[in-house]
């Protein structure tokens, strides 16, 4: 599939080697083999980790080290259709493995804002996915798709292990991605009967499109509101909710990235 989707860029002008500059606005040989990417945090919301800013466009990208390690770290916009073009145009690189931070929406009265949530299977409520498909008039709604078995079961045990020695709590979830966060609410209701307990909207296209590049990816969801406890993200959270969500994503989410890569 990722070589049909070449083919097109190829078809209508874009050679391969040009497609990394032309998404992401940097060369094949400036990513690195472990990339994080955040819809829209940025490298300075993370604590251990030095950053240079090396493209600065749609789409921003850093050269990072993090506790040591190098990393490029990638903000790449909010929403499925973004995220998806930058884990598309990082198939034509080096990189090998993806961590996807970024925030969810809890759809469990036992999460709460500011815990730490790990999806093991993405549901289809976007519209990107069927651009991943030979025949785009197929549709993939409800569909699941996984992030990488084996680097997650990684991620699942050293993330329960750190969330355990600080005090900080942790779900494995089924998450359901959608294309809109203020036409969702109508639906929670139907999006609920997928058994899902968590919501945000880009990691179904992006474990999608990640497969079809052959990288391994995983996610690390920080729970930004839970809708099932009327704590929105139009309302109703504390200043106590943000300041402990605050923390846990400035120190936490680091030490959980740096144990898997």
Known sequence: MYKLLVEGHE????????????????????IRENVIIAPWWEPNVLEGIEANIIAEGTVKIWECELF????????????????????????NTK???????????ALDSAIGVGDIVIP????????????????????????????DYQLNKVLIDNAKKICKENDVNYF?????????????????????????????METAAAFKASSICNISMVAIFSVSDNSIKNKSLYNGRSEEDQSYRKKVRKEIIPQIIYSII
């Open 11 to 30: 078809k209508y002008g874009t050679p391969k080697e040009m497609l990394c500059q032309a998404v992401l606005g940097c060369s094949n040989e400036a």
């Open 172 to 200: 494995t979830v089924t998450n359901f991605s959608v294309d809109t966060i203020f036409a969702q609410f109508a639906h929670l209701d139907t999006i609920m009967e997928y058994d899902c307990k968590s919501i945000e």
């Open 120 to 147: 093991s299977v993405s549901i289809c409520g976007d519209g990107v996915c069927r651009y991943l498909e030979k025949d785009i008039r197929k549709d993939c709604f409800g569909e699941k798709y996984y992030p």
């Open 68 to 91: 040591g390690k190098e990393v490029t770290y990638i903000k790449t916009g909010i929403g499925a259709s973004v995220c998806t073009d930058v884990v598309l145009a990082l198939g």
């Open 95 to 105: 990189c090998k493995r993806i961590i996807f931070i970024g925030s969810a929406g």
